[in-house]
């Protein structure tokens, strides 16, 4: 039990601390997320992958591993909810909602940072390319059930070439196989915008969190958080086996797994209209949750 409080404090506490502060900085100032989370989406985060990919960290094998890892985690455990859902004969919007909260986890926000503090720079790499993955999946099928009857998977697929990360990884992946360097005065500003987005986003995390909404809807809540926080990890090492994955990569993968519901999916409640006040409150009672399920997992992982 001491070993699981250690755990917590050197890797869970500093996450929650920090997002405490703009949980804070929201309440007694009125700061809106949508200013800091646009300036981490179109600067921080296309900076961080950048880096991580042009590190020498990750070869071409690796990141495609992590890419097929990636999707069929997230793949799979939509198909298993949305068989659930349709058991439980749910109406489409509360369906649509339980999709959203369960496939998509913080892994931004919430796993990348988790994954730097209890595995460092390599599982950090590993947990970046599972991050892209994630984001193209929401920007896709995200918006394409959030939008279900209202817009084509055109309409959704073009809204992918607006996600700056996207672009990050292939101005990466071209200066790695070319052997390129950035100029040094380019490469030290992408270097401190990098360093500066992990911070970012456990603050934005809080910022977030304080605008969340309450639902009453507990059956849901509650479902959709043992599926986001105890099926999906217990999923992703089955998988992680399956795919032989090894060493940092099966830490970082597994880990992003197992984070809580994406802010992001209150983003795509609110504008579609699909059960924001169910979405954000999964959003804010599984972050809460978190720590019950991943602590125990980083002891497994051999944090």
């Known amino acids: 039990m001491r070993d699981l409080f250690v755990l917590f404090i050197n890797n869970l506490l500093p996450i929650f601390l920090a997002a405490g502060a703009g949980f804070l900085v929201a309440r007694y100032l009125g700061v809106s997320p949508r200013a800091v989370s646009r300036i981490t989406f179109y600067i921080f985060s296309p900076c961080l992958i ?40 749910l109406k489409r919007s509360i369906m649509v909602a339980l999709l959203l909260t369960v496939m998509f986890g913080n892994v931004g926000n919430f796993g990348l940072s988790l994954n730097f503090f209890a595995f460092g720079d390599s599982a950090l790499a590993y947990a970046s390319i599972y991050f892209v993955t994630s984001a193209t999946l929401v920007y896709t099928l995200g918006v394409v059930l959030a939008s279900w009857g209202k817009t084509n998977l ?66 849901t809540v509650g479902l959709s958080n043992f599926l986001r926080l105890v099926a999906s990890p217990i ?42 006040a169910l ?9 809460l949750l978190s720590p019950l399920t991943i602590t125990p997992l980083l002891a497994f992982l051999g944090a």
């Open 235 to 276: 999923l992703a090492i089955g998988l992680a086996t399956f795919f032989n994955l090894q060493g940092s990569a099966y830490q970082a993968g597994v880990l992003e797994a197992a984070v809580p519901t994406a802010v992001l999916t209150t983003v795509l409640a609110t504008e579609y209209n699909i059960e924001p």
């Open 279 to 287: 979405v954000t409150t999964t959003v804010f009672t599984s972050t």
């Open 154 to 219: 055109r309409t959704a697929l073009l809204g992918v070439l607006k996600v700056p990360v996207i672009y990050a990884v292939i101005i990466a992946l071209i200066f790695n196989w070319s052997n390129w360097e950035l100029p040094l005065p380019i490469d030290r500003t992408v270097s401190l915008l990098s360093d500066a987005t992990i911070p970012v986003m456990i603050v934005l995390l809080g910022i977030q969190l304080y605008y969340s909404k309450v639902s009453k809807d507990i059956l």
């Open 50 to 89: 950048f880096t991580l990919l042009t590190s020498g960290q990750l070869n071409g094998d690796d990141i495609m591993q992590m890419v097929v890892y990636a999707s069929a985690s997230i793949l799979l455990l939509g198909a298993i909810t949305g068989l659930i859902a349709f058991a439980l004969r």
